[in-house]
């Protein structure tokens, strides 16, 4: 159990350390959008990498990396991989309501608790 914290914690300063290059390449390149386009780029990219690797794991019986490559690479690099891999998932066994309430409920949730957990910060702060 150690070893696989330590990979899943390997793989995602891996993935972290990723997700910031990209972010400041695409800086530097394009300039200040106001629009963010790197993170935008890493979520589809991550995506695509979690699709990949999914399927390529369990056609090479290579799950046993799932862990580092999954939970700790593409889990520092974009947590939307793993929210993407959970909804194609229940579309797959057919659970379409399922999905639809999961996506709508993940997002939605998840910035109503961001824009929360700023409110609270404020307060705290004032």
């Not at 890493?42 to 369990?58: D, P, R, T």
């Not at 194609?88 to 109503?112: D, K, N, W």
């Amino acid at each position: 159990m150690l070893i696989t914290v330590l990979n899943v914690a390997l793989g995602g300063a891996i993935g972290a350390s990723c997700r910031y290059l990209i972010g400041v390449g695409v800086l530097r390149a394009l300039g200040p959008t106001g629009f963010p386009v790197g993170v935008l780029g890493v979520n589809i990219l991550g995506s695509a990498l979690m699709g990949a690797f999914v399927v390529l794991a369990a056609h090479k019986g290579l799950t046993h990396l799932s862990p580092f490559v999954m939970t700790g690479v593409l889990g520092g690099f974009t947590t939307f991989s793993a929210f993407s891999l959970e909804a194609v998932t229940l579309f797959e066994r057919g659970a379409y309501g399922q999905a639809a309430l999961y996506i709508g409920l993940s997002a939605g949730l998840s910035i109503a608790a961001l824009a929360l957990g700023m409110m609270a910060a404020r307060g705290v702060l004032t």
